[in-house]
């Protein structure tokens, strides 16, 4: 090697040989743009101070902050659902549109704070058209009903008629032509409010999606699966609601999230090794999708919405004193190179799985377990989690290749020994992109032999949390990942321990 990263002060750790056997004629599937999708809700300060804050020094007229605007831009999100979450539950988008100064101001049961209706959805469709974005917008499917629902559609993506007239009224003559819609959010979950049971969700789904693909056929539908692997109700939740709702949706949603007890240690076996219980969750739900469609007789592309997936210590940053008040903080994670490294290899498993795995939204995208987050009348940092997102959403986008990691098993407490490294390799105009995670304590080599010899190494970008305390939270000047220029001639590469590593490599030249 011609080029070393830096450890931590004081750090020593053994160096042990790993392989990563590439199979470039096997594909996965496809990394899409919808692949790198986020999401936001109007939950803490997400919205207010977070997106919108027309006080602040970069904010123009319509309130947006534009430093986020940037942000956003640069982590390259192509879609963002909204407007929750927990949130759309009870959420009635009429409150939210036509003059500012005449939409009221309602308790949010969901988050315990006031909603003042500021920002809708024609708000929010403004703001995507800024940071280049696109909408996946989610629908009540709690106090909500299908033909609210269906007004909404006709709002949104209408020509003619009563609800496109009014959506005109209010300043946009041309339909927004929106792809994606989430049939309602969690509703398997108590907390959700008006959760059904599987049965009741199905048919009240079913009557929705029946009535928009009946008004626009070019929508695609995301009916609501399990809220979680680790719910009683997955996955024959999941099974119900595709055996009903079969004929009029296109995806079913899957949505994880992983954490430990940072003071304790609790949980942190299972929280380096969550990929494997990812891969094995979102394996169950593939199954179930074949078992239907093979009970249909129809080999129909129902494929995974991964709608919310992320590091979620919950109760991290919330503040409770300033219950039902305007933009109360909510969740807000502070991430440590360690998340970022666990993080990394989630996008990787989500990458292995996209023989069937569409869409992923990371949640969420501002504040709220999020990659930004900001300072009310100050800046927008970046967190650990913002740069294997935003580097895998520039270099990952083509055919995911198949491979395998041959390294030292770990312990993954609960979820069983797995192996200490996670991978995934896209192909690109250029040549390929391997994302690698680290999750041992050693530092790993790679000898770049069989079909990586075809391919030199370029440029190597990484961040490592050796030596971090646990659950460190950092300043935004200390947590940019280091960045190596290679010459191509490289024969091993090195993977520092508890990091995260992206690779790009070119076709040799004959």
């Known amino acids: 090697m011609n080029y070393q990263y830096t450890l931590m002060k004081g750090q020593k750790t053994c160096m042990v040989k790993i392989d990563i056997q590439l199979f470039s004629e096997k594909k996965i599937g496809e990394a899409k743009k919808e692949l790198y999708s986020s999401f936001i809700e109007h939950m803490g300060r997400a919205i207010y101070s977070g997106i919108y804050e027309p006080d602040h020094v970069t904010a123009q007229e319509d309130g947006f902050r534009r430093d986020v605007v940037d942000l956003v831009k640069d982590l390259s999100v192509s879609y963002v659902r909204y407007p929750g979450g927990n949130f759309v539950s009870e959420y009635h988008w009429k409150d939210g549109i036509g003059d500012k100064s005449k ?18 959805i024609d708000e929010f469709l403004v703001w995507c058209e800024l940071t280049n974005t696109q909408p996946i917008l989610a629908v009540n499917m709690g106090t909500g009903t299908p033909q609210e629902a269906f007004e909404l559609l006709q709002y949104c993506n209408g ?9 005109k009224q209010n300043g946009h003559p041309e339909p927004y032509n929106i ?11 108590e907390w959700q409010i008006g959760n059904l049971s599987a049965e009741a969700y199905a048919e009240k789904a079913k009557c929705t999606a029946k009535m928009m693909k009946a008004y626009d056929p070019s929508i695609k539908l995301i009916a609501c699966g399990s809220s979680s692997f680790e719910m009683p109700s997955f996955p024959q939740w999941d099974r119900t609601v595709l055996r009903v709702c079969f004929d009029y949706i296109d995806y079913i ?13 609790k949980g942190k076996k299972e929280f380096i090794g969550a990929y494997q219980n990812l891969h094995k969750g979102i394996n169950t739900l593939k199954d179930v999708i074949r078992e239907v469609c093979a009970e249909k007789g129809v080999d129909k592309p129902i494929k995974i919405s991964m709608d919310e997936w992320n590091i979620w210590y919950c109760g991290e940053g919330s503040e409770a004193v300033n219950e039902w008040t305007v933009a109360v903080a909510r969740e807000e994670t502070k991430f440590s190179r360690l998340d970022a490294a666990v993080f990394a290899s989630l996008i990787s498993t989500l990458h292995n799985n996209t023989d069937m795995v569409d869409i992923a939204c990371l949640a969420q995208l501002v504040n709220v377990i999020a990659p930004i987050f900001t300072i009310k009348g100050g800046e927008a ?6 740069y294997p997102f935003g580097y895998a959403a520039r270099y990952m986008k083509g055919d995911v290749l198949a491979c395998e990691v041959k390294a030292p098993e770990i312990d993954a407490g609960d979820y069983g020994s797995t192996v200490g490294g996670q991978a995934s390799v896209v192909r690109t105009k250029e040549g390929l992109t391997l994302l690698y995670s680290n ?10 032999t069989g079909e990586w010899t075809r391919y030199a190494p370029s440029e190597h970008m990484f961040m490592s949390a050796s030596g971090e305390k646990a659950g460190e939270a950092l300043p935004s000047a200390d947590i940019v990942p280091e960045r190596h220029s290679l010459k191509g001639n490289e024969e091993t590469l090195r993977f520092a321990p508890y990091s995260w590593n992206l690779i790009t490599l070119k076709v040799k030249e004959e």
């Open 159 to 167: 020509r003619e008629g009563y609800w496109a007239e009014l959506r």
């Open 179 to 189: 792809k994606y819609w989430c049939i309602g959010n969690e509703m398997d979950g």
């Open 253 to 265: 949603s899957c949505h994880r999230y992983y954490q430990y007890d940072k003071k304790t240690g």
């Open 381 to 386: 940092i970046k967190q650990t989690i913002y």
């Open 439 to 448: 999750l041992t304590d050693s530092e790993q080599e790679m000898p770049l």
């Open 103 to 120: 939409r009221p101001v309602l308790p949010s049961l969901s988050w315990h704070q006031m909603e003042p209706n500021l920002v809708g």
